[in-house]
C-alpha cells in the first residue's frame, strides 16, 4: 500500500513538473515549375526558388519557459522521389524574436538531425522559409516530394 | 524495493527530458519543356546561283546569311526522348538544284543531353530528322550555342535551270518527342 501511494504520487508529481515541450508544424510548400520561367530557349531554369517567408508555421510550447530547447531538423524522402542534386534550405525569418537564436540564416537540411535553432518561453510561434537550389531541365520530368521533420527537445 | 528504484529512475528521467516531432512536406512538379529558338534571328536565307564569269566554268554559288543556330530548352520524363525535324513548308526548290542543310556538331555552354546531328540533309517537302536523342538538356543562348545550320545549293542538273527562276521557300524547323 505504501508502495503503490508513492507511485502515484511519482506519477502525479511527474505529471506537474516534467518539462514538456510540444511542437506543431503547419503549413507545407507546393511548388509548380513552369516552362515560362525559362527566358528564353537554350537557357535552363534560373536553379533557385524561394518560398513565402511564413511558408510553415511551427508552434512550440513548453511547460518550463526557462529551459532552452533545441529545434532539429532533417527530411526523409524516398528514393524515386527525391533527386540528389537538389539542395533544400530553410531559415526562420522572426529575426526579431527575442526568444529564438540562430537558424535566421539559410542552412541545407540533410538526412541528419542538424540544430535548426534554440529557443525558450511557453508559447512560441516561428514562420519559416524555405530555399531550393538545383531546379533544372536536366532533372527528369516529374513530382519531387521530401518529408522535412522538426524535432524539439528540452 | 529494487523495482521501486527503477520506477524512480524511470521518472526522474522522463522528467529531466522532453521530446516531441512534428513533419510537414515540401513538393515541386517539374514541367515539361520544349523550347527552340533561332539565332542571331530568323530572317531570310538568301542563296544565288550566279552566271560564272568565264565560259566553260561552273555556276557560282552565292550565299548570304546562311547560317543560322538552334538553340533549345528540353526537359523530359525518364525515358524519352526527343528530335528536331525539318521540312519545307511552303514552295518549291526550283528544278536543277538540290537544297542542303549541314548541321555541325554541338558547341556551347549549356549542358546535358543535347543529342546526336544529322551531318547532311537534302531538303523537301517531308520532314527529316537533323538532330536526335535530345533528353533533359539545354544548348546555351545565342550564337555559337546549340547547333549550327549552313544553307547550301548543288545544281544536280545544269540543264534545268532557268535563271530567271526565283523561289521563296518557308522552312519549319520543330522540336518533338519519339
Known amino acids: ?154 | 524495493m529494487r523495482s521501486l528504484i527503477y520506477i524512480i529512475c524511470f521518472f526522474y528521467a522522463m522528467s529531466c527530458f522532453a521530446q516531441d516531432n512534428d513533419d510537414t512536406k515540401v513538393t515541386f512538379e517539374l514541367s515539361e519543356v520544349a523550347m527552340l529558338d533561332l539565332e542571331p534571328n530568323n530572317t531570310t536565307v538568301t542563296l544565288n546561283v550566279v552566271a560564272p564569269t568565264k565560259a566553260g566554268e561552273k555556276a557560282i554559288i552565292v550565299a548570304a546569311n546562311n547560317n543560322k543556330w538552334i538553340n533549345f530548352s528540353s526537359a523530359v520524363s525518364a525515358g524519352t526522348m526527343r528530335f528536331i525535324s525539318i521540312i519545307i513548308e511552303d514552295g518549291q526548290v526550283p528544278p536543277g538544284i538540290y537544297l542542303k542543310l549541314r548541321t555541325a556538331n554541338y558547341v556551347g555552354s549549356g549542358k546535358g543531353d543535347t543529342g546526336v546531328p544529322t551531318s547532311l540533309v537534302t531538303l523537301n517537302n517531308s520532314s527529316q530528322t537533323i538532330v536526335s536523342n535530345i533528353k533533359g538538356a539545354y544548348t546555351g543562348n545565342g550564337e555559337n550555342n546549340g547547333y549550327k545550320l549552313t544553307y547550301e545549293l548543288e545544281i544536280y542538273d545544269y540543264k534545268l535551270l532557268d535563271f530567271d527562276q526565283s523561289a521563296t521557300l518557308s522552312i519549319r524547323l520543330t522540336l518533338s518527342d519519339f
Open chain 1, 1 to 154: 500500500m505504501k508502495n503503490f501511494i508513492l507511485i502515484v504520487f511519482l506519477i502525479v508529481s511527474n505529471w506537474l513538473f516534467s518539462q514538456n515541450v510540444e511542437i506543431d508544424v503547419s503549413g507545407k510548400w507546393e511548388k509548380k515549375i513552369r516552362a515560362s520561367d525559362i527566358t528564353e530557349a537554350g537557357n535552363d531554369y534560373v536553379g533557385t526558388y524561394e518560398s513565402d517567408s511564413d511558408e510553415t508555421e511551427i508552434e512550440i510550447k513548453a511547460k518550463n519557459k526557462n529551459k532552452t530547447i533545441t529545434v532539429l531538423i532533417r527530411k526523409e524522402d524516398d528514393y524515386d522521389e527525391w533527386h540528389p542534386n537538389l539542395q533544400l534550405q530553410v531559415r526562420r525569418t522572426d529575426n526579431n524574436n527575442n526568444n529564438s537564436n540562430g537558424g535566421t540564416s539559410y542552412q541545407t537540411i540533410t538526412d541528419f538531425d542538424s540544430v535548426f535553432f534554440y529557443t525558450e518561453g511557453r508559447d512560441n510561434k516561428v514562420p519559416i522559409q524555405y530555399r531550393i537550389n538545383g531546379i533544372s531541365v536536366l532533372l527528369p520530368v516529374q513530382e519531387y516530394t521530401t518529408t522535412i521533420i522538426f524535432t524539439v527537445f528540452q
